[in-house]
């Protein structure tokens, strides 16, 4: 019951920061800039623009958010989430970068929550299906088994006598 509740709860900040990732990429860029450009660069690709990146990386993060809402493949969904929220951790918060020791606070702060954003999708990632799911495959298994068993014991029958018809 919990994991219905808390997959649209965690993915409510994936949407929300995917919508303004994608209608005014920017900011989030320019924040981004100083460590994605230098890799951009040392990739050889300095014509991919920050923001496109920043737009990608939101309408992505709109899709597997939905898909984890909906509880469809949400290990799937909270790999994807588990893998864009490592670039926003590594790109959008470089507080070591950071002079101004408050604004250093700061940029900390919110690195830190997009950790546990981190470790809240990895938790989404690995989550199985409820016991009840596991109990009602084993049912259904022991239960297709049992009916292998009638139709073999119904078909030693059968073969009995039907090689006893043969022999008279």
Do not use: C
């Not at 990608?56 to 588990?82: D, E, F, N, Q």
């Amino acid at each position: 019951m919990f994991r219905h509740l808390a997959r649209p709860l965690l993915a409510t900040w994936f949407v929300y920061g995917g919508v303004q990732s994608v209608l005014e990429p920017e900011k989030r860029a320019e924040r981004a800039a100083p460590v994605v450009e230098p890799l951009l660069k040392e990739a050889g690709l300095e014509d991919v623009r920050t923001t496109d990146l920043v737009k990608v990386h939101g309408a992505v993060s709109i899709a597997a958010a939905t898909v984890l809402a909906l509880s469809r493949t949400p290990r799937t969904a909270g790999l994807v989430l588990a893998g864009l929220t490592a670039a926003t951790v590594a790109t959008a918060r470089p507080f070591w970068l950071e002079t101004d020791e408050q604004k250093r606070e700061e940029q900390l702060e919110l690195f830190l929550k997009n950790v546990s954003l981190f470790g809240g999708t990895l938790l989404a990632a690995s989550a199985g299906h409820s016991p009840r799911r596991k109990e009602r495959a084993k049912a259904k298994k022991d239960k297709l088994a049992a009916k292998k068993d009638k139709a073999a014991a119904k078909a030693e029958v059968l073969s009995a006598k039907a090689s006893k018809k043969l022999k008279k």
